[in-house]
């Protein structure tokens, strides 16, 4: 079976150096950009996982279980679209209940290796680490706070800045009064 490249990358930045916002930015993109349809929403569940492991990592656990939580029902909605991905749906279903409850009892966090059951996935996934020198399943680097804290440590002024010309633009329109007949 052949896999978007951006689904590839998702699956190195989570088992290699654990970059879950990484994740979330290379799969939401690819969801943003190819054409919707129907049941493809297992994207944003593999996008919520992430997520959900990132906020947990930073001691959010709120926000973990919400993503966590989310993520759970779409793929219990769609079991079968997962498992297209080259996923065993039952054993990550399992496995994020799992960390639900460790979470619900102040368990420390630890790293989670998606189920991989496609074994030509895996071994491409295997062969692009050895590629780019990368450690398949390397633990979480916890003291790395721009992993850790990513979010907030990215450089936005590109987003910011786009954001107040569109916000000008709206505020210009508004303002432009309509011509008369």
Same mark, same amino acid.
């Given at each position: 079976?052949?896999?978007?490249?951006?689904? *590839?990358?998702?699956?190195?930045?989570?088992?290699?150096?654990?970059?879950?916002?990484?994740?979330?930015?290379?799969?939401?993109?690819?969801?943003? =950009?190819?054409?919707?349809?129907?049941?493809?929403?297992?994207?944003?569940?593999? *996008?919520?996982?992430?997520?959900?492991?990132?906020?947990?990592?930073?001691?959010?656990?709120?926000? #973990?279980?919400?993503?966590?939580?989310?993520?759970?029902?779409?793929?219990?909605?769609?079991?079968?679209?997962?498992?297209?991905?080259?996923?065993? =749906?039952?054993? $990550?279903?399992?496995?994020?209940?799992?960390?639900?409850?460790?979470?619900?009892?102040?368990?420390?966090?630890?790293?989670?290796?998606?189920?991989?059951?496609?074994?030509?996935?895996?071994?491409?996934?295997? =062969?692009?680490?050895?590629?780019?020198?990368?450690?398949?399943? #390397?633990?979480?680097? $916890?003291?790395?706070?721009?992993?850790?804290?990513?979010?907030?440590?990215?450089?936005?002024?590109?987003? *910011? #800045?786009?954001? #107040?010309?569109?916000?000008?633009?709206?505020?210009?329109?508004?303002?432009?009064?309509?011509?008369?007949?």
């Amino acid at each position: 079976m052949h896999y978007p490249k951006a689904y *590839i990358d998702f699956l190195l930045y989570f088992h290699t150096d654990r970059d879950y916002f990484e994740c979330h930015e290379v799969l939401e993109e690819h969801w943003k =950009t190819t054409p919707r349809k129907e049941g493809d929403h297992y994207w944003v569940a593999l *996008i919520q996982l992430a997520v959900g492991l990132y906020h947990e990592r930073r001691g959010n656990r709120l926000g #973990a279980k919400r993503m966590l939580s989310s993520s759970l029902r779409i793929i219990k909605n769609d079991p079968v679209a997962l498992k297209m991905l080259g996923l065993d =749906t039952p054993q $990550l279903m399992q496995m994020i209940n799992e960390r639900l409850i460790q979470m619900e009892q102040s368990e420390p966090f630890s790293d989670m290796d998606l189920p991989i059951q496609d074994p030509q996935l895996l071994q491409d996934c295997q =062969t692009a680490c050895e590629e780019k020198q990368l450690v398949w399943c #390397a633990p979480s680097m $916890l003291n790395r706070e721009e992993l850790v804290h990513k979010h907030s440590r990215r450089d936005r002024s590109d987003v *910011i #800045a786009e954001r #107040a010309l569109q916000l000008r633009k709206r505020r210009d329109t508004k303002q432009t009064p309509p011509e008369e007949c």
